[in-house]
């Protein structure tokens, strides 16, 4: 990572801008100078709401990546105690809180993934982790409201946005716990720079509101200047939340969504999204990006923006490896070969690449046609009876062999590794089998 510094360096915000990557920005032209005149701290925070990241945590994570770039020291703080309570910043109602078990749980799950982007070797800006629970833990409560909660005026947390949508919904309101949370996040801040001389804060942009109120309380107790960048929001053009799939979320974590389908998630971009995508979770040259947009203006059909934009996201995030795979399984897909896959491929397709069913072995064909919904008739019912038209009407194979047989059954004979089966309506139709244990 130390060989982009020199070609990052030089004025950060305007390049970062230049890609559509800032949304706010804090007192602009001296963040610019401080940045510029020396190397600097830079945190971003994560609050474990899951066991693992997501992509739209992405967002943030390759921001820091790109500061650490610029010769900056990044660091990745984790809230084991900021996730106790839940930032209420985006959402309409209370989330609903864990407890410190999974909490610590969850901060064990996503530390080592969210560390995999950022290097902890380079010998002049090495990234660190923290956990903000290692300060708060044995806060006292009147200390804390006596030292910290007496820099914040009331009247100007309500007018927060964050907070202020939701005093206005008379339906859900805000409890003190929520209400509490821009004081643990302006705290961080403080200890940061404290700790660190941590003087950057990043975030999406609804964190905006929290961040300016860990600059004042950076000024407050420190008497330091301490600056915000936030980033634009993700959106896709259709109006759909980003970072679902028919799935639901794609994660980071590959026992959750598999390499496969995380290549598929950025292969099926929309037109309208893939530019966007590409300058905001790569780190491809500013000249390679306007040959991609100018290769899919001409020729959307090609997908070549698609390709380079799954190609390059699914090795940042499953490396070399991963990337090898879910190319190797599109490809099997695409030509119709799943039969050659490797044991590991099919493994990943019974995550979430195609669907599935775990069988007992010897369970009939017949009825894996119908509990997968293969036999539907043009009428949209699924039966018995189009399970056996199928059949006999030479329309079904069982890894790439057809299948006349109506007592045919998924045994532990001929399944691929032992374990699957892959059954096949027609050309494009498709459902692994995955034998149980018996």
Partial sequence: MAAHAQAASGDLIANLRQLGLIAQVSSEDQLTKHLQSGRRSVYCGFDPTADSLHVGNLVPLLALRRFQMAGHRPILLVGGATGMIGDPGGRTEE?????ADVVEAYVDAIRP???RFL??????????????ADWTRDLAAIDFLRDVGKHFSVNAMVQKESVRRRLEDESSGISYTEFSYMILQSYDFAVLNERYDCTVQLGGSDQWGNITSGIDLV???HGAQAFAVTFPLVTKADGTKFGKSEGGAVWLDPAQTSPYAFYQFWLNSADEDVAGYLNTFTFLPLETLDELRAAHAQDPGSRSAQIALAR??????HGEEGLTAAERITEAIFRNRLAELAESDLAQLAIDGLSSSSVAPGTPLMELLVTSGLAVTPRGEVTQGQARKLITGNGV???GEKVTDTEETLGRE?????????VQKGKKNHHLVVLGDG
Avoid: K, W
Avoid at 95 to 99: G, V
Avoid at 414 to 422: Q, T
């Fill in 113 to 115: 993934q969210a560390s």
């Fill in 95 to 99: 989330r609903q809180l864990n407890s």
């Fill in 119 to 132: 290097d902890f070797d380079d010998p002049d800006c090495a990234a660190i982790v923290v956990n903000n």
């Fill in 414 to 422: 001929g399944a691929l590794f032992g374990r699957y089966h892959i």
């Fill in 219 to 221: 000024r407050r107790m």
């Fill in 397 to 399: 194979s069982v890894n």
């Fill in 312 to 317: 390059e996201v699914t090795r940042l995030v």
